[in-house]
């Protein structure tokens, strides 16, 4: 579904981008340009998925905490995710009317796109307290996000990047 920003694995052994989450009949899989993440938390059943919104782009911090952006209107969210089991930590859900996309972490900020909407929201990294808001509307639809370390880069679901 889209260009994750580059994370270790907990172990710190890989240094991957997530190129895409496939949705099949059973788990959700996350394939990397190295393979396979190898991270229990990376299948959950359908059902899960469905219950919290489609998951997207997974990223890890430096610590090893991993985190998603989901995306379904009135259930998308902010969550970290136990790395070894998938189990949530915590959560913070967006407005109603807001579909979770790309999301990437930029220091201590989450920047957490939305599909349709036009607009990015802004979260404390620590906290998951909203910080702000900006709108790219008139730009495309927010599909991928990942930060290259100087600037963040945005796939809008087309061959085109935008560096923000």
């Avoid at 059902?47 to 430096?62: L, N, Q, V, Y």
Wanted: glycine share 12%.
């Amino acid at each position: 579904m889209g260009l994750s920003q580059p994370a270790w694995s907990p172990d710190g052994s890989t240094l991957a981008y997530v190129l895409h989450v496939q949705l099949d009949q059973a788990r959700v899989v996350v394939r990397s340009m190295t393979g396979d993440l190898a991270l229990s938390g990376s299948e959950r059943s359908m059902a899960e998925a469905d219950e919290a919104g489609t998951p997207m782009f997974p990223t890890f911090d430096a610590a090893g905490r991993l985190y998603e952006s989901t995306g379904i209107n009135g259930r998308s969210q902010l969550r970290e995710l136990d790395p070894a089991t998938g189990a949530v930590v915590r959560s913070v859900p967006l407005p109603d009317d807001a579909y979770g996309e790309g999301l990437a972490l930029v220091g201590d900020t989450f920047v957490q796109l939305t599909w349709k909407e036009g607009l990015a929201f802004t979260w404390d990294a620590a906290t998951f307290t909203q910080t702000g808001a900006f709108d790219y509307a008139g730009q495309g639809e927010g599909w991928g996000l990942c930060f290259d370390g100087a600037r963040l880069v945005m796939s809008n679901g087309s061959d085109r990047l935008t560096f923000r």
